[in-house]
């Protein structure tokens, strides 16, 4: 590697899609949170239709955004174009200043409980994964093989979805039941959105003034798809996913928990099929299932027209994230923070409010003018009094792993 390359791509590559980010790490490559301008982002979708779209944004030259429609086969052809963008823009991926490419991989599995540069047995390991992550690892693969191709001569880290979780003790990860068909099948709790829960418990400990491992923290992460965290001095000893991102808090459109006795009932009653299940529970369920809409602001609004479907759907979806608060606390014993963070969690206010709504024996509340103020940065809700910090902190999670690509490329 230069003595000049700062610079990481990373590409978080799904099935139909790869989301991308150029960043700059400065001349430090573990300085810490500072690091890391945004030189361009962008997104191709719909990749293999013909009304594939890219969009790039360069932010280093303050340039417009641009779109560009039209058939992109594969993610081969979408990595070509990615870089023919950052190419026009002067950041191509020949460039000496490239450092590395920073992918996020959702399944880590056991094996992967750090950052790791990509090999071929790496690879092969990733591989070996894709029957716990059928849906997400084959595009993480392939957005890997990509890259490689394109410059087999730069490092390309791969960045793990759970390797924050694999801190978890046995007695978390493990589920009640049989341990050698478990063993076998390679069934446990994996938990996922490590790299949101890594980062966001750490700038908490930050916005706290602490150490993070002074400090114990339940971190909510509240987007489309949604998990909750027990952080203790910077370590996960919980989470709410399992072996897949379905298990735990209502979600936009997955269930969350739910009694596995309703699959049983809905094969053998309803005489659905094991892909039909899994389509109602994934995608037919949660928010969406409960009253038509995943997205808050919409539900947040029906609310206010005086929609009971929305009303109880927001409740429910509040009743589930206050037992995991609860469940956290005695699984931590003492809580520092409570942080709320990613889409629902960073914008909705009501969300927080009534979240915490009652918790006040628990040394809980948020300030109601506090938690109206609105801000892209890391701030406090809760009152001077309480016991609990309530946070609200914006995720990174692609900075994050430009952090992590960056200082092991370093190392
Ligand atoms: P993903 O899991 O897809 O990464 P995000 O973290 O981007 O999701 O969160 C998307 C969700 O955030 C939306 O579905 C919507 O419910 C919620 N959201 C976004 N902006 C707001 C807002 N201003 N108020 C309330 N909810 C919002």
Redesign the pocket.
Known sequence: MSATATRVLVLNSGSSSVKYQLLDMGAEPDSGSAAGTRLAVGLVERIGEESSRLVHTPLAAGGEKRETEGAIADHDAALKAVAAELAADGLGLDSPELAAIGHRVVHGGLKFTAPTVIDDAVLAEIERLVPVAPLHNPANITGIRTARALRPDLPQVAVFDTAFHTTMPEHAARYAIDVATADAHRIRRYGFHGTSHAYVSRKTAELLGKDPSEVNVIVLHL???ASASAVAGGRCVDTSMGLTPLEGLVM?TRSGDIDPAVTFHLKRVAGMSTDEIDALLNKKSGLVGLCGD????EI?RRIDEGDERARLAFDIYIHRLKKYIGAYSAVLGKVDAVAFT???GE??APVREAAVAGLEEMGLAVDATLNAARSGEPRLISPDYARVAVAVVPTDEELEIAQQTYALVNA
């Open positions: 987007g489309n798809g936009g995943n997205d808050m602001r947040r990613a889409g629902v914008n909705a």
